[in-house]
């Protein structure tokens, strides 16, 4: 009995609509395998009605954590018991732990893994920087974020639609009152009057995901020192990276922001520092 009660594996499982493209699986039971840690990780499809009861049943049902992805991660927000003060104000939770007296808190790790990866990966300090970014979605709600708390000193936010980008200034601004914020439309004039002040220009949006269109940005105005980062990961090197490189400008491929924010929500859920080299050997194997 003691032998089999040790077994029992502990479940976590990424929930969303689609799924099944998901690395998060490989890469987080590869981290429990080399810890040898008694959970499981495993996808599961939800349609939109079935998340609250989904939500309802997860203690019954023996869950100790989950990963929440598109178009799950703002509603869930209000599904779980608590909330982090990063989650309360990204408004989107991607991350939940459940812990021994089943309480259900929220998480969101995109924009904090995000930060991690750019301190980490290529020792870039956003502190008193001016950061630019492309695109006005989820992923730049959460890495804005997590950049402002580390006190940048002015974000420019160009996006197509103007308006998005200027409703998520006027959000943020109240927010972090020490942050200078702009907002722009994805215009080369416009770009180019701004790219000469940037020390780090982020696409935050999804163009250039599995090669299918692209951005062309005026990278010359950029200066010499700035970096050019992408959150796409598929392809890792996207035509944005492979413009900025033969400019010889510092790249930072999209790879880094998914391998942290699943190395702090493993964190969360064992309390144990996640194995990065272990994690990013398991997405390598699959990203070309
Ligand atoms: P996510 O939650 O992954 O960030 P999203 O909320 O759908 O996704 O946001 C996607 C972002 O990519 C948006 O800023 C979107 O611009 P719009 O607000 O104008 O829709 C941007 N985006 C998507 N396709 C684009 C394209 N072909 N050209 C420019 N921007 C694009």
Redesign the pocket.
């Known amino acids: 009995m003691k032998n089999k009660i040790s077994t029992i594996k502990k479940k976590i499982a990424i929930i969303g609509n689609p799924v099944s493209h998901s690395l998060s699986p490989r890469m987080q039971n590869a981290a429990f395998k080399a810890l040898k840690l008694p959970y499981r990780y495993s996808k599961i499809e939800l349609s939109e009605n079935e998340l609250v009861f989904f939500f309802k049943l997860l203690k019954k049902n023996n869950f100790a954590g989950l990963n929440i992805t598109?178009p799950f991660k703002e509603k869930s927000l209000h599904l779980v018991d608590q909330l982090s003060d990063e989650a309360k104000l990204i408004g989107a939770i991607n991350t939940v732990t459940i812990d021994k007296n089943g309480i259900v808190k929220g998480f969101n790790t995109d924009g904090e893994g995000y930060f991690q990866s750019l301190i980490q990966e290529i020792k870039f300090n956003p502190k008193n920087k001016n950061i630019v970014f492309?695109?006005?979605?989820?992923?730049?709600r959460a890495i804005l974020v997590s950049l402002c708390r580390k006190r940048i000193k002015k974000l420019t936010i160009f996006?197509?639609?103007k308006n998005?980008a200027k409703q998520l200034c006027q959000e943020f601004e109240k927010k972090f009152p020490k942050v200078k914020f702009a907002y722009e439309s994805?215009e080369d004039k416009r770009l180019a009057a701004t790219f000469p002040t940037t020390d780090l220009l982020i696409n935050?949006?999804?163009?250039g995901l599995k090669g299918k269109?692209s951005?062309n940005l005026p990278l010359t105005f950029l200066p010499k020192k700035a970096i050019v980062s992408d959150i796409v990961y598929r392809p890792r090197k996207t035509d944005l990276l492979k413009s900025a490189e033969k400019l010889k400008l510092k790249t930072h491929e999209g790879l880094g922001m998914l391998l942290h924010q699943g190395a702090l929500a493993f964190q969360l859920w064992t309390q144990k520092a996640p194995p990065l080299s272990i994690m990013k050997k398991a997405l390598l194997k699959v990203l070309p």
Do not use: Y
């Open positions: 598109i492309i695109g006005a979605g989820g992923a730049a996006n197509r639609t998005k994805l935050t949006s999804s163009v269109d951005l």
